[in-house]
């Protein structure tokens, strides 16, 4: 698995959905004008672009530990304090800021537990730490067609449901065992709109993320089988489905 690819690759295959799932996240956490608020795991940008639109780019900090994603952020909002680093040793002084986010990383932090912990750390007391992971567990992500075919036809291939977060009780876990117990959980939901099959499909085939990494190790026999199997689940007509996240919220 890898996040290395470029921040273009991103946007294609997760940055379509990450976008419209951080307003709600944003909203959840509270961020408003006067805040100073550190995007922790920015990739290339999707939740970093709402909390400007909202506290403006001189009070947001980003971290990310891919370079091509620190570089994209950078050269798109001007202003951020964009660092290269990860969740688990961020690069800031203790309580400097007013809330500290986290979109669609936890499933992919080393020690989930550490990194919360010291998102806890670098906010004020009386600030936010919040984080939403897609509902891996409930199968209600924007993966989960691709891993129900996937299962279907390499059924000893593991899928991401076990990925840490990805249910509302191992989410709420983590921030107790960061030392955050008591953080409410809310699911979150978006809408996204396909033009076809293929539109949702092609993404897939870039690289990004463990499902497009296990899909590139695949000779052409078994990716056919798998793509085959994902058209029962995705409409190949124009269509808008729902896809679910668990986010938690805690006070410092």
């Not at 691709?146 to 191992?170: H, I, K, T, Y």
């Amino acid at each position: 698995m890898s996040f290395f690819q470029s921040a273009d690759a991103y946007d294609r295959f997760m940055g379509r959905y990450s976008t419209i799932l951080a307003p709600g996240f944003a909203d959840l956490a509270g961020i408003e004008h006067g805040q100073r608020v550190v995007d922790v795991g920015c990739g290339p940008g999707e939740l970093t672009a709402e909390l400007v639109k909202r506290v403006g780019a001189d009070h947001v900090a980003a971290v990310d530990p891919s370079q091509p994603f620190v570089d994209a952020v950078r050269e798109r909002y001007p202003g951020v304090d964009v660092q290269a680093g990860t969740a688990e040793q961020l690069p800031h002084p203790d309580g400097v800021f007013d809330a500290a986010v986290s979109q669609l990383v936890v499933h992919f932090m080393q020690d989930a537990v550490a990194g919360v912990r010291d998102m806890a750390r670098v906010t004020r007391p009386g600030g936010v730490v919040a984080a939403c992971t897609w509902d891996l567990a409930g199968n209600r992500s924007p993966l989960a067609p691709f891993w129900m075919a996937v299962n279907q036809v390499d059924p000893n291939q593991r899928d991401e449901s076990e990925r840490r977060g990805g249910s509302e009780e191992d989410l709420a876990a983590i921030f107790a065992h960061a030392g955050l117990a008591g953080a409410a959980t809310t699911e979150l939901v978006v809408e996204a709109h396909h033009e076809s099959f293929d539109e949702w499909w092609e993404p897939f085939e870039l690289g990004v993320g463990p499902a497009s990494a296990y899909l590139t190790t695949l000779g052409p026999d078994k990716r056919d089988a798998i793509r085959e199997r994902a058209q029962e689940f995705v409409p190949d007509e124009p269509h808008t489905i729902q896809w679910y996240a668990w986010a938690a919220r805690a006070t410092v």
